[in-house]
């Protein structure tokens, strides 16, 4: 049987690999298209697993599809095609037979090949989603950003990067830089496709504008934001990297080592494993390409952006036409233009900005540290740094993400400060009580660690506030006298008065030990005792 479509085709010289190629992708297109593809996906359902033509039948029978009814001698036609166009390969595994009959419907067996898989692979993802419109997984290029700066700081540091982990993050960011990369052309596909369309209704054309002014503007800032960072970290790795990759390859030299003995099997390693891959990693955040003044794909993702939005003028003109016949805003551009000339500049500056939406540069008004000051001629390259909030650095915004947190509750904190404070007031008074019974008798009297602390407080402070005189040399005995040596405390209703008396020796005695004093007395009191002192003024601690 003569497949159709195969007839008066030139026949594929064997050197021309290309055509060979491309042949795998003809039994798309063939009238009987879609048994082929139904064929296709048992053979893909499969691993290294070589099927014959009743195998086929059954599986095509139980999946109830496009191929579900085909017989095996149409089957087999089917097959030997797929054969020719190099989708599928003749099996060589030895299978036992216990017939003639058995071995009749066996001896034909085949396995998928590499292109017919792959081929296959690509059709099916097409048919599930080619008009779909795929979300732009923005989030991978900061992990691309965060691994190449990782990468860069290894490889410079002494000793230089380790292969195995080189190796691991080498193989992520590229995984994530693709999927990255595959994710903005089929979305800026997609925007082309609709963007094109004439037919745009009020509500389409207001969805695409939003689709537009909101998820393509934060698509292109995010891209603007990290290739500038991206760049810079391939340039610093830039003349390391060959070593790099010869250290890899020495530690594991993977599929690329296992057929070094033969030489007709071509090998497609792994990306990031050949400097082609970073090659290509580089032209796509940075100028220069493969041809002559070639620019980046960033260039490239800001000038589609640019003819997005002029697509959508477009339609929007349309639209307004077509509601309303012919508008002109020559005449509102003269009036705003009269606006313009005489305005002053400030008010010019803010006609701009509700006009056209064109606003001034943002100042982070990041608070500069208040103890160093810096003179206005230092540079801004030379001069100090300022920490600048993370939120603030990668999104330009101090908004705070996430659900705010709960405000904290202190009445806990509050009631253990009040307990402890009312506790200290508590010694402090049993203190003062302790000392106004030792009054007099300090020789006998033990005190408690609390009560002398408060003593020496009280004595301090009637020695700071005392007067100090020496008699004259017809009256005395050449010493000094103290006047006015006391003080108080209102609170704990205690007074301390300390007089200056010769050969006197006041020992205080306590828990942390002796405190001797000579030549002053110490006597001790309710408050009120300070109003029986003649010739003094009371002092209140």
């Given amino acids: 049987m003569e497949e159709s479509g195969s007839q008066g085709e030139k026949q594929p010289q064997p050197a021309d690999e290309a055509w060979q190629r491309l ?22 359902s499969t691993l290294l697993a070589d099927l014959a033509v009743p195998d086929v039948l059954a599986r095509l029978a139980r999946s109830a599809g496009p ?10 036609a089917r097959l030997e095609q797929l054969v020719r166009w190099g989708n599928l390969l003749r099996s060589t595994h030895a299978v036992k037979v216990t017939s003639i009959a058995e071995y009749q419907r066996s001896r034909s067996r085949y396995q998928l090949s590499k292109l017919g898989e792959k081929v296959q692979r690509d059709a099916d993802e097409v048919l599930a989603g080619a008009d779909a419109a795929r979300e732009v997984s923005s989030e991978l290029l900061a992990l691309v950003d965060r691994g190449l700066r990782e990468l860069a700081a290894a490889v410079a540091a002494p000793g230089g990067a380790e292969p195995q982990a080189a190796l691991e993050r080498i193989s ?16 800026y596909a997609y925007l082309g496709q609709v963007l094109a369309r004439y037919d745009l209704d009020g509500a389409e054309y207001q969805g695409f504008k939003d689709l537009l002014l909101d998820y393509v503007q934060a698509i292109s800032e995010d891209v603007s934001f990290r290739a500038p960072r ?25 599929l690329a080592a296992a057929v070094g003995g033969l030489p007709e ?3 497609q390693r792994s990306r990031g494993r050949e400097m082609g891959d970073w090659e290509g990693l580089r032209s796509w955040f940075a100028h220069g390409g493969t041809g002559a003044g070639a620019g980046s794909q960033v260039d490239q993702l800001r000038d589609a952006t640019h003819r997005a939005l002029h697509s959508l003028l477009a339609n929007a003109k349309r639209m307004l036409r077509s509601a309303s016949g012919e508008i002109s805003r020559r005449k509102d551009l003269l009036r705003l233009a009269q606006w313009f000339d005489a305005a002053s500049p400030e008010d010019a500056h803010d006609i701009a900005v509700a006009a056209f939406g064109l606003y001034g540069a943002r100042h982070l008004g990041v608070a500069p540290d208040p103890d160093g000051t810096v003179p206005a001629y230092v540079s801004w390259w030379t001069g100090p740094v300022v920490d600048v909030p993370v939120a603030l650095r990668e999104r330009g915004s101090r908004a705070q993400r996430g659900r705010a947190s709960a405000a904290e509750d202190h009445s806990a904190q509050k009631r253990k400060l009040v307990e402890q404070a009312r506790e200290q007031a508590a010694a402090r008074q049993a203190a003062a009580a302790e000392l106004r019974s030792a009054s007099g008798r300090f020789g006998q009297a033990r005190l408690t660690s609390a009560a002398l602390s408060l003593l020496l407080e009280l004595l301090a402070t009637a020695l700071g506030n005392a007067r100090i005189s020496q008699p004259g040399s017809d009256g005395g005995n050449g010493g000094f006298a103290v006047d006015g040596a006391r003080s108080g405390d209102t609170e704990l209703d ?15 005695r306590s828990t942390d030990g002796e405190l001797l004093l000579e030549d002053l007395d110490i006597e001790t009191g309710p408050y009120a005792f300070l109003s029986q002192e003649p010739g003094t003024t009371e002092v209140s601690a």
């Avoid at 063939?30 to 996906?41: D, I, Q």
């Avoid at 191929?67 to 087999?76: N, S």
């Fill in 230 to 254: 991206i760049a810079a970290s391939l340039d610093e790795l830039w003349p390391r990297l060959p070593g790099l990759l010869e250290r890899i390859d020495a530690h594991a030299g993977g």
């Fill in 494 to 508: 205690l007074a301390v008065v300390v007089r200056h008396l010769s050969g006197a020796r006041t020992v205080l």
């Fill in 23 to 44: 042949s795998a992708y003809a039994y798309l297109s063939a009238p009987e298209r879609m048994e082929y593809v139904a064929v296709m996906r048992v053979f893909c």
């Fill in 265 to 267: 099997t071509r090998v």
């Fill in 67 to 76: 191929g579900a009814e085909l017989d095996g001698e149409t089957l087999t």
């Fill in 172 to 187: 992520t960011f590229f995984v994530q830089f693709g999927e990255f990369a595959e994710s903005v052309r089929d979305f």
